[in-house]
């Protein structure tokens, strides 16, 4: 069992940067592919980034690719995301979540945290 609680969304204009993080619980965790998500009001939820257990594997969405970065900690087990350049089209609530096995982009991850709002104002 692992459990996935984000933090680190909030409200800043475009241009800004946040960090995200997610923390897991679980001694296993370092074993674990995550990923990130994010669905913004009336949309469906999109891939925005995964990275595998040991960050030998790192895969963005076309929408953020060199403007996020993924990255994980496993003696903290936190995997961050960090989101520069923000723009009003970012505004979402951002999900982390893990799976076993290779990072995919699709929903098929096994643990969800509760998500984390990102607000970006004109």
């Known amino acids: 069992q692992v459990q996935l609680v984000e933090s680190g969304g909030g409200l800043v204009q475009a241009g800004a940067s946040l960090r995200l993080s997610c923390a897991a619980s679980g001694r296993t965790f370092n074993s674990y592919t995550v990923g990130w998500f994010r669905q913004a009001p009336g949309k469906e939820r999109e891939f925005v980034a995964a990275i595998s257990w040991n960050g030998g594997a790192i895969y963005y969405a076309d929408s953020v690719q060199g403007q996020f970065t993924i990255s994980r900690d496993n003696a903290k087990n936190t995997v961050y995301l960090l989101m520069n350049s923000l723009k009003p089209e970012d505004t979402a609530v951002y999900y982390c979540?893990?799976?076993?096995?290779?990072?995919?982009?699709?929903?098929?991850?096994?643990?969800w945290g509760q998500g984390t709002q990102v607000t970006v104002s004109s």
């Open positions: 979540a893990a799976r076993r096995g290779n990072p995919s982009t699709l929903g098929d991850y096994d643990y």
